[in-house]
């Protein structure tokens, strides 16, 4: 069974651009995870998405938002980019509600914002 | 808002050199507490979960354990595979599925 997926693994971007992260969960999962991983703030929450619906949001600004589409694949944006934004963005999938601390994370796409 | 600390932030063991890592939190109301691992260039992969004071989940070499104030990660007789990051991370009974992850713990146990 593929484990999810994220594209692409590795990016570098300056300030002011955008930039589109995508994710594909495990098959059957449709619940996707958004996190920022800085060696200064740890693993945050950014957001989750269920059948289309974000349903939680963390503290990050507007510039950050996602998507979810009907086959559960999900992107999340970052726009107007600041150098703080570099980060490791890593998405997990959930199998169901009962186990919801239960994530199963992909690799990660690293931004690196010059 | 809830807070997770973890404890020491990073530890070197000899190969079969028990020891324990500490995650402490402050959570409102605590849905349930997750142990993560983290190898280098990788997503975390998940360990255990465990929701009430005094439960214990254990899984070959590691143990964990929960009181009301924080879990414990046992090693023992660790293996230099075991090097790693281990993550903490809290879910909050008002929070819906975010999860709260403290900083972490690198070990490093040489052979």
């Known amino acids: 069974k593929a484990g999810v997926t994220q594209t692409p693994r590795y990016l570098i971007k300056t300030r002011g651009q955008q930039v589109t992260l995508s994710c594909s969960p495990i098959s059957g999962h449709r619940s996707v995870s958004w996190y920022q991983q800085t060696p200064g703030q740890g693993l945050q929450f950014l957001f989750e998405?269920?059948?289309?619906?974000?349903?939680n949001k963390g503290n990050f600004p507007g510039r950050f938002s996602g998507r979810q589409f009907s086959n559960s694949r999900s992107e999340m944006n970052v726009s107007t980019l600041e150098l703080g934004d570099s980060a490791l963005y890593l998405c997990?999938?959930?199998?169901?509600?009962?186990?919801?601390?239960?994530?199963?994370f992909g690799e990660g796409s690293r931004l690196t914002v010059l | 808002e809830d807070q997770v600390t973890q404890s020491p932030e990073a530890l070197r063991l000899q190969e079969g050199e028990s020891s324990s890592l500490n995650c402490s939190y402050t959570?409102?109301?605590?849905?349930?507490l997750f142990w993560y691992r983290q190898d280098p260039g990788k997503g975390p992969e998940f360990l255990f979960t465990?929701?009430?004071a005094g439960e214990e989940k254990e899984k070959e070499r590691l143990k964990a354990t929960l009181t009301k104030k924080e879990s414990f990660l046992h090693i023992t007789a660790p293996k230099p595979e075991d090097s790693a990051t281990y993550l903490c991370?809290?879910?909050?009974?008002?929070?819906?599925?975010?999860?709260?992850f403290g900083g972490g713990t690198r070990l490093m146990v040489k052979p």
């Open positions: 998405y269920f059948s289309e619906t974000q349903r």
């Open positions: 997990a999938s959930r199998r169901d509600r009962i186990n919801a601390g239960e994530l199963f």
């Open positions: 465990l929701y009430s």
């Open positions: 959570v409102s109301g605590l849905r349930g």
């Open positions: 991370a809290v879910q909050n009974n008002n929070a819906g599925n975010m999860l709260t």
